[in-house]
């Protein structure tokens, strides 16, 4: 007697979404004035503006930058906009702030250009292992975005899922 093996995850009309497959392999930068303060606290705008004219910008081509300040210094405002209109049209994006900041605006970014409509009414998977790092930011953002739309959200894997939500 042969028995038929049947796939009933294949059969369960799951969707799945993997946010892994959002991340965007660019080189990582970190873009610390730290180094430019005046006794590592505070900055002087002569010697600043001159780090900002003689930087190699070009090291950020194509990167993702973090830009911050790592120690408790006074920066103004100012100081930063220099650094954005120098990465401006060199970085491929950048942010200020620390370089998990970046990997979570870098995945909101990327599930806002996704079409959502796609999934209204359906149950859905968010898979949930992943060899590259995705930002549980991403994953809270994702559940919001979808939590008005599906019937239902489960975490991890199709054969293997934790309930999230289900439409009442």
Same mark, same amino acid.
């Not at 004219?53 to 920066?75: F, H, M, P, Q």
């Not at 906009?81 to 990327?110: C, D, H, T, W, Y």
């Not at 796609?118 to 549980?136: A, T």
């Given at each position: 007697?042969?028995?038929?093996?049947?796939?009933?995850? /294949?059969? &369960?009309?799951?969707?799945?979404?993997?946010?892994?497959? @959002? #991340?965007?392999?660019?080189?990582? !930068?970190? @873009?610390?004035?730290?180094?430019?303060?005046?006794?590592? @606290?505070?900055? $002087? %705008?002569?010697?600043?503006?001159?780090?900002? $004219?003689?930087?190699?910008? %070009?090291?950020?081509?194509?990167? +993702?930058?973090?830009?911050? =300040? /790592?120690?408790?210094?006074?920066?103004? *405002?100012?100081?930063?906009?220099?650094?954005?209109?120098?990465?401006?049209?060199?970085?491929?994006?950048?942010?200020?702030?620390?370089?998990?900041?970046?990997? &979570?605006?870098?995945?909101?970014? $990327?599930?806002?250009?996704?079409?959502? &409509?796609? #999934?209204?009414?359906?149950?859905?998977?968010?898979?949930?292992? /992943?060899? !590259?790092?995705?930002?549980?930011?991403?994953?809270?953002?994702? *559940?919001?975005? +979808?939590?008005? @739309?599906?019937? /239902?959200?489960? #975490?991890?894997?199709? =054969?293997?899922?934790?309930?999230? #939500? !289900?439409?009442?």
């Amino acid at each position: 007697m042969e028995e038929t093996i049947i796939n009933k995850v /294949s059969q &369960s009309g799951l969707l799945t979404i993997n946010l892994e497959e @959002l #991340y965007d392999e660019s080189q990582r !930068k970190l @873009l610390d004035i730290k180094d430019q303060l005046y006794m590592g @606290l505070m900055l $002087k %705008e002569k010697e600043f503006r001159e780090y900002i $004219k003689t930087n190699d910008w %070009e090291v950020y081509r194509g990167c +993702l930058v973090a830009v911050t =300040c /790592s120690t408790d210094a006074i920066v103004p *405002t100012w100081a930063y906009m220099l650094i954005a209109n120098k990465l401006s049209g060199v970085a491929k994006q950048f942010i200020f702030g620390s370089p998990q900041e970046l990997e &979570s605006l870098m995945f909101i970014r $990327k599930i806002d250009t996704l079409d959502l &409509s796609l #999934y209204e009414g359906q149950r859905v998977v968010i898979k949930g292992c /992943s060899d !590259k790092p995705v930002p549980v930011s991403a994953y809270v953002y994702l *559940t919001e975005k +979808l939590t008005p @739309l599906v019937k /239902s959200i489960m #975490y991890g894997e199709p =054969c293997s899922t934790v309930p999230v #939500y !289900k439409k009442a």
